[in-house]
């Protein structure tokens, strides 16, 4: 043969191999063999569709990396690097200030007009819930734009139905005390001078006021059981229900906006609360819903609450007794390790293996229940 004839036959190939490795086009395929001569021009030229001028397709990379501690800071910049990459998929907003002014970031994610509420780390040391709240949002949002599949459900056509008001982290202030240290906060006396329930500030539940986010919403707040009456790294209820900024701000996203359903995220210990004594024959479909959630996560169901005293005043009980709607609150991660956050990196295990799915069904409950 000659050797034009040969050296064609040897691009064909190398052009047929890269193809079915699956290269992106215009990667090795478009840089001309240095053997080639002008005379074989045919062979490799360039489609117009991948020529350089072509288009460019967004990649729609990992945004968010939950295997790190994660702080406020990051947060605020995964949520702007999201919506700029995802547009009118996701909007951001604030639903008002933390104690120390910090924003208090509401996600919407998803188009369509059954709306759920989702919240993150009402207690400061269970920051690996507003970890994983992000990843659900990065993931799902890929998934939208890219097969309209996540993991055997179809995300495009669930988040054309609802829309997502995610609160990722409800107490940053706390977080940031976890994360920090008492030097890196706004009062550092004031914190200092606060009751330690445990050894150290990186096991702190409480806001930065030292009350207990999750003792503080006006459902049986009174009956709600303390045992410390002052500011303290945990328990405190306060002095009345909902005078944290906080708490306000959940309050009054959950009375302007029309939930199907809410669910508040906590950590340690696998299990799902799901009903109270005072409003379990009110909210019927709660039962069902509650073992779906059960089932995809493989985490335990607990029994109905019964004493107010102990379920009062939290975000998830206050929710039901308003709105007489489903509310869960899920305690993601394995129990144990004490009170200290969990080691970040092993992320995947802890949370992400059981919960990924997690979001996914609760969205498709709330338009099963419609
Ligand atoms: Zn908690």
Redesign the pocket.
């Known amino acids: 043969m000659k050797r034009g004839v040969v050296i064609s036959i040897i691009i064909i190939l190398i052009a047929a191999l890269f193809s079915v490795c699956n290269y992106a086009p215009q990667v090795p395929v478009l840089t001309p063999a240095p053997t080639v001569t002008p005379s074989q021009t045919p062979v490799i030229t360039l489609p117009p569709t991948v020529a350089p001028t072509a288009t460019p397709t967004i990649e729609y990379k990992s945004v968010v990396n939950p295997n790190q501690p994660y702080s406020y800071e990051l947060m605020m910049e995964d949520c702007i690097e999201l919506q700029a990459m995802y547009g009118d998929l996701i909007q951001l907003d604030s639903i008002g200030k933390s104690v120390e002014g910090r924003d208090l970031v509401l996600i919407k994610l998803g188009k369509g007009k059954i709306k759920i509420v989702l919240a993150g780390t009402?207690?400061a040391r269970?920051y690996i819930t507003t970890s994983f709240l992000m990843e659900t949002v990065d993931e799902y949002a890929r998934a939208y734009v890219t097969t309209g599949n996540y993991n055997g459900y179809d995300i495009k056509s669930l988040l054309d139905s609802v829309t997502l008001y995610i609160v990722p982290m409800v107490n940053p202030d706390g977080v940031n005390l976890v994360l920090y240290g008492p030097d890196a906060t706004k009062n550092p006396d004031k914190v200092r001078s606060m009751r330690m329930l445990k050894d150290s500030y990186s096991e702190w539940?409480a806001n930065i006021n030292g009350v207990d986010l999750?003792r503080q919403y006006p459902c049986y707040w009174e009956e709600k059981a303390s045992n410390t009456d002052v500011p303290s790294s945990e328990m405190y209820k306060g002095t009345a229900p909902a005078t944290e900024p906080e708490v306000q701000a959940m309050i009054r996203l959950c009375n302007e906006n029309d939930f199907a359903l809410a669910a508040s995220f906590?950590?340690k210990g696998e299990v799902i609360y799901w009903a109270d004594s005072g409003t379990v024959d009110s909210i019927q479909a709660g039962g069902s819903m509650a073992e779906s959630l059960a089932e995809v996560t493989g985490y335990k169901l607990m029994g109905v609450s019964q004493d107010p005293a102990v379920y009062g005043a939290g975000f998830e009980n206050w929710f039901r007794q308003e709105f007489l709607r489903p509310a869960f609150c899920v305690e993601l991660t394995p129990v144990g390790n004490g009170s200290t956050p969990h080691d970040d990196s092993r992320f995947d295990e802890l949370v992400w293996q059981k919960a990924n799915r997690l979001v996914a069904v609760i969205m498709q409950l709330a338009i099963d229940s419609k």
Do not use: L, P, Q, V
């Open positions: 009402h207690h269970e539940k999750n906590h950590s």
